[in-house]
């Protein structure tokens, strides 16, 4: 049980549609992330928001869209995706308070763009 | 800039085998290191953590990792692994506020 739930697990899309991930986390936590894992590639930072601000953006093309309304919840909204965008997207959040930061991840988007 | 290099892309063992997964680190200062497990069909889980101190840290399910800093490197280790531990496995350094990946060790176990 992870305390970081997203939504929906699957999805497929085409290049012109406009969908949203949705990411909540449980854990009282501060900082929350979106990173893109796709197969035989490290898993890579989109966005990090801290205190619902966003203070990172990993050089990400403007056809994903952050949204983080409060500390809890994190939303990626997506439109005219391309098919090497298909990809697993993890949300994760974190604690920032002391040296621990340590990231708990959800279980994940797994995203077809056709 | 951080980067993480894994080794092994791909470990093969049989049951109650011993393991060790390679993981090195390039940037030098203060560091946070992890290692993440991803089960088949299930999301990352932290396994262990070093921030400071003891530089042999235990984690869950048996494992333990060693922080060596001359070498930059933080292996995990298990002395006798178990068909359940068929997962791939993620080394992470810090950089700053984000987490930097490996691009993971996939291990499978057969009984």
């Known amino acids: 049980e992870t305390g970081v739930t997203q939504t929906p697990r699957h999805l497929v899309m085409g290049m012109t549609n406009k969908k949203s991930l949705k990411c909540e986390q449980h854990l009282g936590h501060n900082a929350m992330y979106w990173y893109k894992q796709s197969a035989k590639k490290p898993l890579e930072l989109m966005f990090v928001?801290?205190?619902?601000?966003?203070?990172e953006n990993n050089s990400v093309p403007s056809r994903f869209s952050p949204e983080c309304p409060n500390s809890s919840h994190l939303f990626l909204h997506l439109h005219t995706l391309q098919p090497e965008d298909s990809a697993l997207y993890l949300c994760a959040s974190s604690l920032r308070q002391g040296r621990d930061e340590t990231q708990y991840f959800g279980p994940g988007t797994r995203l077809l763009v056709l | 800039a951080q980067s993480v290099s894994q080794h092994n892309h791909h470990v093969i063992l049989s049951e109650a085998a011993s393991l060790e997964l390679g993981c090195n680190y390039s940037?030098?200062?203060?560091?946070?290191l992890f290692w993440y497990v991803q089960y088949p069909g299930q999301h990352l889980q932290l396994l262990l953590k070093y921030f400071s101190g003891d530089p042999l840290v235990k984690g869950i399910k048996g494992f333990e990792a060693e922080f060596i800093k001359s070498k930059f490197s933080f292996n995990l280790r298990k002395p006798s692994v178990q068909w359940s531990d068929t997962a791939e496995y993620f080394c992470a350094a810090s950089e700053g506020d984000k987490l930097i990946f490996g691009t993971g060790t996939r291990l499978q176990v057969f009984p």
């Open positions: 928001y801290n205190f619902k601000e966003q203070t």
């Open positions: 940037y030098g200062g203060t560091v946070n």
